[in-house]
């Protein structure tokens, strides 16, 4: 089998640890550097730039599974990296099964609701946009030529990955009874979901990717702040928080919503391997799947 992962970040070279030694593994990268660090993580690289078209043709009939992890470039509308990478896998494509890491920002603000993958996408913002032009774009070629999955991941963090700088600088957060919800995969956890629905996902199927935390933002916050061993963040008025934070955190600050992870359960079968933020920074012990 071969697998191409497309977007070898963090979460993508996880992934590729997890399928070494069961799959041959390419991977797209523009850069000489990039392609060094494909190959100390065991995967052939493939100089190609979704930015790009030209250059992509010989991906066409590279691999029978596709990981697409690659985000949006950071301005416009619409996300034409999925554009052409979808153009190129259109050509002769040997591609069976492709998954696409989206973003759960395309539901928009759901006012604190539990969010299953039926509600409607009404994204506010242009990086969610961005994303609800990608899933488009991916379930009409899945429609057309082979089987796609969608995963829509809140806030991925690990112990690398986690808003620690924010806590250091004693940022405040919102009083709580004005807070909003927020949601998190560990990518660990991405890494292997990802890898679940590109063998047993339903045909273009939607998956909310997320775990078992029921926390509001501040909670999260306080969270990082124990795992630290610093202060917790001061609590505000939600005003005086908005005057206080960048205009992107702002946007986080805006939605709220409760993600409903029933559907990898149940027709995935998958199980956490943290299944909480605390169990993930380490402070609780993870599920064993």
Request: proline residues 7%.
């Amino acid at each position: 089998m071969r697998i191409l992962i497309v977007g070898c970040g963090d979460v993508g070279l996880r992934a590729a640890g997890l399928l070494r030694g069961r799959a041959r593994l390419y991977g797209l990268s523009p850069s000489p550097e990039g392609h060094v660090q494909l190959r100390a993580a065991g995967i052939t690289p493939i100089p190609g730039d979704l930015d790009q078209r030209r250059g992509l043709a010989r991906i066409a009939a590279l691999a029978s599974h596709v990981l697409h992890f690659a985000p949006p470039p950071p301005q416009g509308e619409t996300d034409p990296r999925s554009r052409h990478l979808l153009a190129a896998l259109g050509r002769r494509s040997l591609a069976r099964c492709l998954v696409y890491i989206s973003t759960s920002g395309v539901y928009g603000d759901c006012a604190g609701a539990r969010v299953a993958e039926t509600w409607p996408v009404r994204p506010n913002n242009t990086r969610a946009r961005r994303r609800a032009d990608a899933e488009v774009r991916l379930r009409r070629f899945g429609r057309r030529r082979g089987r796609i999955c969608i995963l829509r991941a809140p806030g991925i963090y690990s112990r690398e990955r986690m808003p620690a700088a924010r806590v250091r600088q004693g940022l405040p957060a919102i009083q709580a009874e004005h807070d909003v919800y927020t949601n998190h995969i560990h990518a660990q956890d991405l890494a292997r979901l990802a890898i679940t629905a590109l063998f047993r996902g339903r045909p273009n199927r939607v998956y909310n990717a997320v775990d078992d935390s029921d926390l509001r933002m501040g909670d999260w916050f306080d969270v990082v702040a124990d795992h630290l061993g610093l202060a917790r963040p001061p609590r505000l008025s939600k005003a005086e928080v908005m005057a206080a934070v960048t205009p992107a955190m702002r946007t986080f600050l805006s939605e709220s919503r409760r993600l409903s992870n029933r559907r990898i359960k149940r027709e995935l079968g998958f199980r956490h391997l943290y299944p909480s933020v605390r169990a993930g920074l380490g402070e609780e012990p993870g599920r064993i799947p």
